[in-house]
């Protein structure tokens, strides 16, 4: 059984690294634009599969089937939300990132405000990728293979220490090499195909996990049978007393999914090479449909291992490589460990990604070497990028031990999310604001969210009223100081966008329509399992 897994698993990651290798192996991977941007070529395709499977790695089909182990279906809320943000982006975020030619999200700040703004946000972005996203995506990532593949019995290795670094190590190097020797388009063109296969693989799982539930009647006996063992399961409206409260879907949820999925460079950045501003609008509302489906097979998962295993003492972030390992055929777990693999990298290779093209265009370009060859910046960024990647494998096995590894990243996204989200928003909306506002906002959010999360006698506020409601009152508290800074110290002048001719800006006709249909959707979902 094992040689059949482990021989399906090595034939599956290298069909997909032979494949993108011939796809991407003319590219220019020497200019910056071409590095960073994939030369802004991408189209709707590229720009969904990329979206989908830099957002969809191991925190969050071990950490939200996890949360969903413990809470059940409450959790959509974090696939289900997401769809409102992305509607956001295509609609007002996009034209605006793509009308300045922008690069990264601080290049944008540094048209709006000035570069001592960009600098501060490019240093935030490095920091929180550094300490808290890369680590997280590697060791979630090596906890759900261990799970799915057996290591302890493939290996021999009996202490989970050491597998847990041996796993955290072989899985870096590779992303680093896929992040760092290709350039963005070879990111995006690895996700698409491993995008493809996750997405295959995530049913798949959910139709045997089904038919485990039923003991062989069928998939709808065991829908059946689930909602009856477990209909608190199957409830969308989040209690006071779980991850996520209904009532934080308007507050703290909605905020750091709009960040997410509108300011995030990890995220964004594939949007940034969009060809034109309809190609980058049909792959962002793709994206947007397919996380529609994402309870079928993020949250559902779960909830079949609970009923399956919740007696047997299987904690909730070991509960998703468990039922893998127990429910499918040999031949598929080989095949879905690699998808797994594929989305470990993805995800771990376009946050790297995001960091080089951070660092080498906002700091080795911006301040520390402005007279840099289009060479010196590019390469200086796979040399940050192996520092990272060195760093980000020795942080991650460090991380064993947390209760809800999906809630632990949410909670931590918070402290760097809603600052930046709250200057890109006035920034965008106003004219006078200036940029001794912005730098209050990000310094200060930070600190004060840091501070209700790790400070007392702040942590009581965010025990008192949840932490989402915490992180949004941070969020209104500091727009409300900016457009104060703004009216009493205002811009000498109004600031007005220039296009920078990069991209063609004629929107999708269909962008509008399409953005309403999924608003509905969402809206349908919440009340078709509304307890």
């Known amino acids: 059984m094992h040689a059949l897994t482990l021989a399906s698993f090595l034939f599956f990651t290298g069909l997909v690294a032979f494949i993108t290798w011939r796809i991407t192996r003319r590219d220019d991977h020497s200019s910056t634009s071409g590095y960073f941007l994939a030369g802004r070529t991408l189209t709707f395709p590229l720009i969904a599969g990329s979206l989908l499977m830099t957002n969809l790695s191991t925190e969050q089909m071990v950490g939200l089937n996890g949360a969903a182990f413990s809470d059940g279906l409450s959790v959509m809320a974090w696939e289900v939300v997401a769809v409102i943000a992305l509607v956001a982006l295509a609609l007002f975020f996009l034209p605006r990132f793509l009308k300045s030619g922008i690069a990264t999200l601080p290049q944008l700040l540094e048209i709006r405000f000035d570069k001592t703004t960009q600098l501060i946000t490019n240093i935030i972005f490095l920091i929180a990728y550094a300490v808290i996203l890369l680590p997280i995506i590697l060791y979630s990532g090596a906890i759900g293979l261990q799970g799915m593949l057996d290591l302890q019995g493939l290996t021999g290795i009996e202490s989970s220490t050491t597998l847990l670094w041996l796993t955290v190590w072989i899985v870096g190097i590779i992303g680093s090499v896929y992040a760092l020797f290709g350039g963005l388009r070879t990111v995006a063109v690895s996700d698409t195909l491993n995008g493809v296969g996750l997405l295959i693989g995530g049913f798949v799982i959910v139709y045997f996990g089904l038919q485990a539930v039923s003991d062989g009647s069928g998939i709808m006996e065991g829908w059946s049978i689930l909602k009856e063992s477990d209909p608190d399961k199957l409830d969308s409206i989040g209690g006071a007393d779980q991850q996520v409260p209904f009532f934080t879907l308007f507050t703290g ?47 559902l998962p779960g909830i079949i291992a609970y009923h399956l295993y919740a007696d047997q003492g299987v904690r909730a972030d070991e509960a998703y490589g468990h039922l893998v390992f127990n429910v499918l055929p040999p031949y598929l777990t080989g095949f879905f460990a690699a998808v797994m693999v594929g989305a470990i990298l993805s995800s771990f290779n376009s946050a790297l990604n995001s960091t080089t093209t951070i660092f080498s265009l906002g700091i080795y370009k911006g301040v520390l070497n402005k007279e840099a060859t289009e060479e010196q910046v590019v390469k200086s960024g796979k040399v940050f990028g192996w520092i990272m990647a060195i760093l980000t494998m020795i942080i991650a096995p ?120 999924l608003v509905v959707l969402v809206i349908v979902m919440y009340i078709s399992f509304a307890g």
């Open 253 to 299: 949820v909605f905020l750091i999914n709009l960040f997410y999925w509108s300011t995030n460079q990890q995220i964004i950045q594939r949007t940034f090479a969009a060809k034109n501003l309809a190609e980058g609008q049909k792959g962002v509302l793709l994206t947007g449909l397919f996380k529609l489906l994402g309870p079928l097979y993020l949250v």
């Open 398 to 517: 460090l991380l064993a031990g947390q209760e809800s590894l999906f809630g632990y990243l949410q909670k931590m996204n918070a402290i760097y999310f809603i600052p930046i989200l709250a200057v890109v928003l006035v920034g965008l909306l106003t004219k006078r604001v200036p940029p001794m506002a912005a730098k209050i906002a990000l310094i200060g959010g930070c600190l004060l969210i840091a501070a209700g999360y790790f400070v007392p006698p702040f942590t009581l506020l965010p025990q008192i009223m949840h932490e989402f409601h915490f992180v949004a009152l941070v969020f209104v508290l500091l727009v409300a100081v900016m457009l104060i800074i703004g009216k009493v110290r205002p811009r000498e002048t109004d600031w007005i966008q220039q296009h920078s001719g990069d991209v063609d800006l004629t929107p999708w006709k269909g962008a509008v329509p399409a953005g309403i249909v």
